[in-house]
């Protein structure tokens, strides 16, 4: 794969990414590029053309991984289990669900 393969890095976000691009590049003997070559372990980039290469992650599931709403939906239409979630503005309010469930574990978070 020499040459044909990249840690692809560029863009306005490459400075927020640049160590992790930088011990990708080290554990995985890749270059960073800015742009996408045959190969490709995306972490950023302002311009993709997707038909260009093959991606370490499909952008399918990183478009999917990104957007919770699409997420939920494709989990809805496949019937895939997923926890119930409530938001509540007030201690009080969580306690009154644990209260009116016992049944269900909770997680809660401030």
Known sequence: MNGQACIVNG?????????LA????????????????????????????ASRGE??????????ASDKRLLAQVFAASGAPTPETKLVPALAEAEQILRERPDCDWCLSV
């Open 11 to 19: 863009g306005g976000g490459a400075r927020a990414f640049a160590g």
């Open 22 to 49: 930088e011990q990708l590049s080290d554990a995985l003997w890749l270059p960073i590029s800015p742009g996408p070559r045959q190969y490709n372990y995306l972490l950023v980039t302002d311009q993709l053309d």
């Open 55 to 64: 991606f370490f992650i499909p952008l399918s599931g990183m478009e999917l």
